[in-house]
Nanobody, 117 residues
Framework: QVELVESGGGLVQAGGSLRLSCAAS????????MGWYLQAPGKQRELVAT???????TYADSVKGRFTISRDNAKNTVEIQMNNLKPEDTAVYYC???????????WGQGTQVTVSS
């Protein structure tokens, strides 16, 4: 089982940028889907972006045009570049992977992103 470790969270002012990285403990080449969810206090975990092993990407409407997800099979990492951050982006961001389309998702421990106004 591949384990995931997130990094890159922190405190940033509105309009600023952060880059989150998710490092896998093993090869991600055959993993069907990887990506990021966020969970704000008192709310459900929700999708931010996902990238399939064929490179197809999906984004939440709220982040389209601001966030870019990428996947590096050689480095076993998935990253998300977050630009023009807004206070409503404040949340814990979780990396996930799904080995096959029907697999249960596995999660990292999360990294806090706080955007001040």
């Amino acid at each position: 089982q591949v384990e995931l470790v997130e990094s890159g969270g922190g405190l940033v002012q509105a309009g600023g940028s952060l880059r989150l990285s998710c490092a896998a403990s093993g090869s991600i080449r055959s993993i069907f889907a990887m990506g990021w969810y966020l969970q704000a206090p008192g709310k459900q975990r929700e999708l931010v972006a996902t990238i399939n092993k064929d490179g197809r990407t999906t984004y939440a409407d709220s982040v389209k045009g601001r966030f870019t997800i990428s996947r590096d099979n050689a480095k076993n990492t998935v990253e998300i570049q977050m630009n023009n951050l807004k206070p409503e982006d404040t949340a814990v961001y979780y990396c996930y992977h799904r080995m096959m389309p029907w697999s249960t998702a596995s999660w990292g421990q999360g990294t806090q992103v706080t955007v001040s106004s």
